[in-house]
């Protein structure tokens, strides 16, 4: 929805609640003393019913360190709330240690594949620490290239 077609709609309903309130103002005059007074007391009732819902204000004001907070109620949270604030701190913690135990357990994985392939090699441990060796396997790769 546009915002013209939006206003229109809202001139539309304002037109209809003038024409509503002029009917009802036409008659006004032709009612008895006891009914009138009576919608009178309980027009006085609904609008001061209205200003209460509408005018419930922040009961506190926290500040702390750079930030404020405009709480309603009591200044004490309830135990679901806490719960309610607790709860993704706490398993943000715990997938955080999930994360680094899973990482450990494939780096330990990784390291034992390692030595695994380096003992069942042919050739000695020794001979990969060896400068010699290494320069061979670079020539050699630049040959089979």
Do not use: C
Request: proline share 4%; charged share 20%.
């Amino acid at each position: 929805m546009t915002n013209s077609t939006h206003y229109q709609h809202a001139l539309e309903q304002d037109r209809f609640g003038l024409r509503v309130a002029s009917r009802l103002s036409d008659s006004l005059d032709d009612l008895p003393y006891e009914i009138s007074e009576r919608l009178r007391a309980a027009r006085v009732q609904a609008v001061g019913k209205r200003k209460i819902a509408t005018t419930k204000t922040a009961t506190n004001l926290i500040h702390f360190g750079g930030n404020s907070t405009l709480t309603f109620g009591t200044n004490q949270p309830s135990w679901w709330k806490k719960i309610a604030t607790a709860t993704p701190l706490l398993m943000l913690v715990l997938g955080l240690i999930a994360i680094n135990l899973i990482q450990d357990d494939l780096h330990i994985r990784e390291i034992a594949d390692l030595d695994t392939e380096l003992l069942t090699d042919d050739l000695p441990p020794t001979a990969y620490t060896d400068p010699g060796f290494a320069h061979f396997l670079k020539i050699s790769s630049h040959q089979y290239k």
